[in-house]
């Protein structure tokens, strides 16, 4: 029988890193991104990414993870139709979308091209609905302004705000790529209007 008994600090560094390579499909690395496990998850930690694909800026944000769910086929998604979803419940402020941005890569997007995110519908700054105001102009992919006080947020940067009353980023939606089929697997970040992001945990 296997022990970890004798094992160095150095072997098991290894191995963690083994084990978070073999799930490279997501951005974050399996141990940062995935918090979850069978059903429903209960764990939550702060892990630290990248603003920018390719960048040595960090940030630091809170995962929860979520009860893995189908939203999407990959191949049925068309360059900026954003297609809607609840998530991680059919309660309230779960309404979200899921968008390939045509091309433009961004943090915690899946696919060859790193392309396409998913993000919870309401604004964070008091719950104003976002559903019809995404935004693809140049390089930029954008949702909002919200109708409220105009905030809007960057949808390449892990939802970050670029304008408005808003200071606090999107929830991202985490997402997983099997073949085809996308799957939502936790949240980054809390959704307005709740504590916190499982409700029944
Ligand atoms: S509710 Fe969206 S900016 Fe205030």
């Not at 940030?59 to 297609?83: F, M």
């Not at 105009?150 to 892990?158: A, C, E, V």
């Amino acid at each position: 029988m296997s022990t970890d008994r004798g094992i160095d600090d150095t072997t098991r560094r290894k191995r963690k890193t083994r084990s978070s390579a073999a799930h490279g499909k997501c951005m974050l690395t399996r141990r940062q991104f995935l918090l979850y496990s069978g059903g429903t998850a209960m764990a939550a930690s702060t892990v630290s990414l990248g603003l920018f694909p390719g960048s040595a800026t960090a940030t630091t944000a809170k995962v929860v993870g979520y009860p893995r769910k189908l939203i999407a086929k990959l191949s049925e998604l068309k360059d900026n139709v954003p297609v809607d979803f609840n998530y991680p419940d059919d309660l309230g402020n779960s309404s979200a979308m899921i968008v390939k941005m045509g091309g433009v890569p961004a943090g915690g997007g899946l696919g060859s091209q790193r392309d396409v995110v998913a993000y919870n519908y309401l604004c964070t700054h008091q719950g104003g609905p976002l559903q019809g105001s995404y935004v693809a102009e140049g390089p930029h992919r954008i949702l909002g302004q919200c109708p409220l006080h105009l905030s809007t947020y960057d949808l390449t940067r892990h939802g970050i705000v670029i304008s408005g009353q808003a200071y606090e980023s999107l929830p991202q939606v985490l997402l997983e790529l099997d073949g085809d089929d996308i799957y939502a697997v936790g949240m980054m970040g809390l959704i307005f209007g709740r504590h916190k992001n499982l409700l029944e945990s």
